[in-house]
């Protein structure tokens, strides 16, 4: 390199700050690359979230869906649904879960 001990100190100081800015430009360029590496990675993991850890893909959704009410079946369709058996707790004495239709047919009786 360039010896700085023959050099006058304008000269030198002019020398360092040549440096120092080629060094700034080079740290500078490293920083630039580093962040676009950076989000890059981070694309790449916001796309295979969104691709395959989606809250409907998870083994306890079943747990968290907030429209699991409306999709499931009811626990019992009418007084002769097969599902429930006599250890169900599912029919109770002097419920009537047929009382709309009822009505409405008593009516139609009504009516003529």
Not at 66 to 74: A, E, H, S, V
Not at 91 to 100: A, S, V
Not at 103 to 108: M, Y
Request: hydrophobic letters at 25%.
């Amino acid at each position: 390199g360039i010896n700085a001990e023959y050099m006058g100190e304008k000269e030198r100081d002019d020398l360092f700050n040549a440096q120092a800015i080629q060094l700034d430009r080079h740290a500078t360029l490293i920083e630039n690359e580093l962040k676009i590496q950076r989000q890059t990675k981070e694309q790449e993991l916001n796309e295979f979230r969104r691709q395959y850890q989606r809250k409907d893909k998870s083994r306890d959704w079943d747990l968290n869906d907030p429209k699991r009410i409306t999709r499931d079946i009811p626990a019992r369709i009418g007084d002769d649904d097969p599902r429930t058996g006599p250890a169900s707790i599912q029919k109770f004495e002097g419920e009537d879960i047929l009382e709309k239709q009822r009505k409405q047919v008593h009516e139609g009786k009504r009516n003529y």
